[in-house]
């Protein structure tokens, strides 16, 4: 078992930064692919980014591409997601997911375990 908390979520005029963080306990967090997800109301849960167990490998949405930074500490069992130049329609619950499946990228249904989510909202 994986156990996922965000936190670093609020409330951000429009081309303001926030750095959302993902604490992981449980089973070893260096072999999980790591990846950020959002969802806004009435809409689908959609992929923002990824990062590899070893943290050599990223990936992004083309949605914040340019804009976003994954990275992963394995000394502290954390993964963040930097967000600049946020726009409103970033406005979304942000989750972290955790997989056991090295192939594991933007497709929900491949990872294995999820946190509770931590609110983001840009205004204009």
């Known amino acids: 078992q994986v156990q996922l908390v965000e936190s670093g979520g609020g409330l951000v005029q429009a081309g303001g930064s926030l750095r959302l963080s993902c604490a992981a306990s449980g089973r070893t967090f260096s072999s999980y692919v790591m990846g950020w997800f959002r969802q806004a109301p009435g809409k689908e849960r959609e992929f923002v980014a990824a990062v590899s167990w070893s943290g050599g490998r990223t990936y992004y949405a083309d949605s914040v591409k340019g804009r976003s930074t994954i990275s992963r500490d394995t000394a502290k069992n954390t993964v963040y997601l930097q967000m600049n130049s946020l726009k409103p329609e970033d406005t979304a619950v942000y989750y972290c997911?955790?997989?056991?499946?090295?192939?594991?990228?933007?497709?929900?249904?491949?990872?294995?375990?999820w946190g509770q989510g931590t609110q983001v909202t840009v205004s204009s």
């Open positions: 997911a955790a997989s056991g499946r090295a192939y594991a990228r933007s497709t929900p249904a491949h990872y294995d375990y």
